[in-house]
Nanobody, 113 residues
Framework: QVQLVQSGGGLVQPGGSLRLSCAAS????????MNWVRQAPGKGLEWVAD????????VYSDSVRGRFIISRDNAKNTVYLQMNSLKPEDTAVYFC??????WGQGTQVTVSS
């Protein structure tokens, strides 16, 4: 069965960096676009970034473009989200996902001094 297991996250000061990882299993990883999505406290889901299966093309939301980097290692079946210049408004639970309807368990990221 499809599994997405996340790691990383935690508490960081504004301006700091964190890296999230999402290890995939149960499907042919290099055939699927992978996504990161987040949910801030009291708010709905917000799409953050995509990375294509072929060619590794990336797309970012306006709120994170230039600060976050999505990448993938198809040999390790893992997708990453490098988060730099973090702001308090980046505080959220972050999820990796794959179409259709597959989600990681979620990782809390808190940006606070």
């Amino acid at each position: 069965q499809v599994q997405l297991v996340q790691s990383g996250g935690g508490l960081v000061q504004p301006g700091g960096s964190l890296r999230l990882s999402c290890a995939a299993s149960g499907f042919t990883f290099n055939r699927y676009t992978m996504n990161w999505v987040r949910q801030a406290p009291g708010k709905g889901l917000e799409w953050v970034a995509d990375i294509a299966a072929v060619g590794g093309g990336t797309v970012y939301s306006d709120s994170v473009r230039g600060r976050f980097i999505i990448s993938r290692d198809n040999a390790k079946n893992t997708v990453y989200l490098q988060m730099n210049s973090l702001k308090p408004e980046d505080t959220a639970v972050y999820f990796c996902s794959r179409a259709i309807g597959y989600w990681g368990q979620g990782t809390q990221v808190t940006v606070s001094s």
